[in-house]
């Protein structure tokens, strides 16, 4: 079996490969919300001002308390 040899780069970063990643996600038109996306967002505004919130931790107990 032979092995095969790679180009090493450079320790910098080109600037360009930077460049190519960032251009793949920008989005070039305003992302619209359907009425259902519209509907979850303004009733989890609601649960959150009302303090019906759970942290992580506390998803994770109540996760393992359904699975026992």
Do not use: C, F
């Not at 970063?13 to 009425?35: A, G, H, I, W």
Request: net charge negative; glycine share 2%; proline share 3%.
């Amino acid at each position: 079996m032979t092995k095969k040899k790679y180009q090493q780069s450079s320790d910098k970063p080109s600037s360009m490969k930077m460049q190519d990643s960032n251009v793949v996600y920008q989005q070039t038109t305003p992302y619209v919300l359907t009425e259902i996306e519209h509907d979850l967002v303004m009733r989890s505004e609601e649960d959150y001002k009302a303090g019906r919130i759970y942290t992580q931790a506390e998803v994770d107990k109540l996760v393992a308390t359904w699975l026992h």
